[in-house]
């Protein structure tokens, strides 16, 4: 945001006027002497002739200036400055000449951005050297969010410079200003996920993909296992981000695999979670940016002993607008294996069970995998699983009961994956499941059986979860394999709202032990 501003300040502050008028002028013909009056005439908004030479590069003309008596301090309206300038192009011959007429290796911009924050932005190490040389505070911090040059080298991806600043001193493990929020909701209630601050230049480079920056970090000592105020690890950052040949080397590096966030969310779990990308309104990442893909990372987390039944101690955060407030069901108790059959991932469950996860943990309100993959709890603005197939739905149940999950398990409301299949419409699946030992006349607390959630009495959509969808076809199905069992009064009605437990008992925490 910070950076954001400062880059439209500039655009803004340097609108060609007068002084621009002159520096033009002067390019393109025979340039007469710079006079004292020339140096200090500036444009309406403070933008001096000065300002212009540097921003273009003229060397010649920003020593002309110099010797008129041009102010080489001085701030137009904006706060943009000559060395600002020389930094934001990188020329280090500029930012020496600037040094040598009397600025400060350590003057400050706007919410005190120093000059070396801005070379280490732009990355031009020959100009950071010129200013570390004459003085620079390598630790300096702006005053917004307390962050120092080699977080900003980071950000932008210079691991050159990284190895610049950290040669002349600067903390690898220095940290962003720490934000207490006074509260994270809002009178709706929800949650807003403040960012807490509290970030390492590791935790930078990780969040924006930089291998090389990464691998600098590390060499020059930085703390792989760092966690931010809300336990967020860099390994965490590269995954959550679709950075996975980041993730790849903090794995081989040897970071904590069982660092949790605060939701209990491990690597694991985010990276099972990125296998199966959410529906979402905005751009994901994309697994062609990345040697590694989303299940090579998975892959090399268990390869390398990563706990595989962590279980959430709350929800996540959301991360788009179309996922907030949904995806109650993947609350307190969820496990990577959870998350995966809620998508029907079948080959992650696959791999998960071949490591001996436990495909029978719960989550806090009962749900199992294989009532997961069938849509218990599932709602229908939720944004995981909305690809998956009967298909998948179908295969995924096939590893699930060798693993030796109940088909017929109920959760704390009483219902049972056929209860979700059934109010999804998913016909195949109801065969499948009666083949397999599924009980089809199995009631929920209330009293509804799947037949009775395929006719849409078991609700479940809709805002306030009352609402059902008939499904005419899965009905039949379930006629037809119960024969004389199946029972239906065409007069009952709706009951209930089966989703306001699944939200409230969801959002509490769990000892995953």
Not at 287 to 316: C, W, Y
Not at 383 to 404: F, H, N, S, W
């Amino acid at each position: 945001m910070m950076r954001a501003l400062l880059t439209f300040t500039l655009v803004t502050a340097l609108t060609p006027g007068l002084a621009h008028a002159q520096s033009a002028a002067n390019r393109t013909a025979a340039r007469p002497a710079v006079t004292r009056a020339v140096a200090a005439k500036a444009d309406p908004d403070g933008t001096t002739a000065l300002h212009w030479a540097v921003r273009n590069n003229d060397l010649p003309q920003i020593d002309r200036l110099i010797r008129a008596g041009a102010n080489v301090n001085v701030a137009n309206r904006y706060g943009v400055t000559p060395i600002y300038l020389a930094c934001q192009n990188g020329s280090a011959q500029a930012v020496s000449r600037l040094l040598k007429a009397g600025v400060s290796a350590n003057t400050t911009g706007n919410y005190g951005e120093t000059a070396l924050m801005t070379c280490a932005r732009t990355g031009n190490v020959e100009a950071a050297r010129v200013l570390i040389e004459a003085g620079a505070s390598v630790d300096a911090v702006e005053s917004w969010h307390g962050e120092t040059a080699l977080m900003w080298a980071a950000v932008e991806s210079h691991p050159e410079m990284i190895d610049a600043l950290i040669a002349a001193g600067a903390d690898p493990n220095a940290r962003s200003t720490v934000v207490s929020w006074e509260r994270q909701r809002t009178q709706e209630p929800r949650e807003k996920w403040l960012p807490p601050g509290g970030q390492t230049p590791l935790h930078f480079a990780a969040r924006e993909g930089c291998v090389a920056c990464v691998a600098a970090l590390l060499r020059h000592g930085a703390d792989i296992n760092a966690v931010d105020p809300q336990g967020i690890s860099a390994l965490l950052s590269a995954i959550i981000n679709g950075h996975y040949d980041v993730a790849g080397l903090l794995i081989d590096k040897g970071i904590d695999l069982s660092l949790a966030d605060e939701t209990g969310q491990t690597a694991l779990y985010a990276a099972v979670d990125m296998h199966t990308m959410p529906v979402s309104n905005r751009p994901a990442p994309k697994e062609i940016d990345n040697q590694l893909t989303s299940f090579d990372v998975i892959k090399m987390l268990v390869d390398h002993g990563a706990p595989l039944d962590v279980q959430q101690r709350a929800m996540r955060a959301y991360r788009t607008k179309l996922d907030r407030g949904g995806e109650t069901v993947l609350g307190a108790g969820t496990t990577p294996l959870l998350r995966a059959a809620k998508a029907a991932d079948t080959a992650v469950i696959k791999l998960l069970v071949d490591k001996r996860a436990n495909a029978k943990l719960t989550t806090r309100t009962g749900v199992t995998p294989i009532m997961m993959a069938a849509g218990v709890g599932t709602r229908e603005e939720d944004t995981t699983g909305r690809g998956k197939t009967q298909q998948d739905i179908i295969e995924t149940m096939k590893v699930l009961l060798q693993a030796g999950v109940d088909i017929n398990a109920q959760d704390n409301q009483g219902r049972a994956a056929a209860h979700g299949a059934a109010m999804w419409g998913y016909s195949d699946v109801i065969t499948f499941m009666a083949r397999n030992g599924a009980d089809l006349t199995i009631k929920d607390k209330r009293g509804l059986t799947p037949l009775d959630a395929a006719m849409g009495l078991a609700g479940g959509l809709g805002f306030d979860g009352k609402s059902g969808t008939v499904h005419e076809d899965t009905a039949k199905v379930l006629r037809d394999i119960l024969g004389d069992k199946a029972v239906f009064d065409p007069n009952k009605k709706p009951l209930g709202n089966p989703r306001a437990d699944d939200a409230s008992r969801n959002s509490q925490s769990v000892d995953p032990n």
